[in-house]
Structure formats: structure tokens, C-alpha cells
């Protein structure tokens, strides 16, 4: 059974970093790709960052040079490295997984197959 658990989100000043983690189980295929989307209340879900099984990345326009997303292997565990965070970066972060090498577009939700249940961001000016 696959299971991911997010973790680390908080509430934070304009300026601060983040750093949210996803604990990965029950999905250990060579060939995996795994985002980071999040969602403002009322708004629809969102890309913000991709990671493919060569270990190229994509970020949303409005988070590139802020954020990092990166993969253990070894303990199978998911980072988003959020800094320099603004009020609009205010939102529930999850993360996502499916069995693909590769994705056509890593910032689309319905390419992914395994959720988790979701970490609050919270971002005051």
C-alpha cells in the first residue's frame, strides 16, 4: 500500500524559509516521478515543483530560484526547500507520486496517481 506523509509546514514571517518533507512507503520503482502542488482556499490546485527519475526538476514561474526539490533515496523521502516565502505562498502543500519515468507536464495534478494528505503553510507579512 502506498502511503505519503507530508510534514513541516508552520506559520511563518514574509522572509523566513520552510522546509516540508514527504515520507514515501510502499512505493520503491526505479522509474518514479514526484511533485509538490498546493492549494489557497477557494482556488484551484496547483503545480509548484517536479521531480523525474533522472532527477531533472521543474518549478512554477512565481516559485523558481526560491524553491528546491529534492529526493532521498535512501530514506525515500520527498523535500520542498521553501525560502524567501511571501504571503501568497500561503497554502496547503501536498505532495504527489506516480509510477513514470517521466512526466510530459510535472505540474499537472491529474499525472499523478498517489497523494498525501496535505501540510498547512501559513505566511503573514
Known amino acids: 500500500q502506498v502511503q505519503l506523509v507530508e510534514s513541516g509546514g508552520g506559520s511563518v514571517q514574509a522572509g523566513d524559509s520552510l522546509k516540508l518533507s514527504c515520507k514515501v512507503s510502499?512505493?520503491?520503482?526505479?522509474?518514479?516521478?514526484m511533485g509538490w502542488f498546493r492549494q489557497r482556499p477557494e482556488s484551484e490546485r496547483e503545480g509548484v515543483a517536479g521531480?523525474?527519475?533522472?532527477?531533472?526538476?521543474t518549478y512554477r514561474n512565481s516559485v523558481q530560484g526560491r524553491f528546491a526539490i529534492s529526493l532521498d533515496d535512501t530514506e525515500n523521502i520527498l523535500y520542498l526547500e521553501m525560502n524567501n516565502l511571501k504571503p501568497e505562498d500561503t497554502a496547503m502543500y501536498y505532495c504527489?507520486?506516480?509510477?513514470?519515468?517521466?512526466?510530459?507536464?510535472?505540474?499537472?495534478?491529474?499525472?499523478?496517481?498517489?497523494w498525501g494528505q496535505g501540510t498547512q503553510v501559513t505566511v503573514s507579512a
Open positions: 521531480i523525474d527519475s533522472d532527477g531533472r526538476t
Open positions: 504527489a507520486a506516480v509510477r513514470a519515468s517521466m512526466l510530459m507536464d510535472p505540474l499537472r495534478q491529474t499525472m499523478y496517481h498517489y
Open positions: 510502499g512505493f520503491t520503482f526505479p522509474e518514479r516521478s
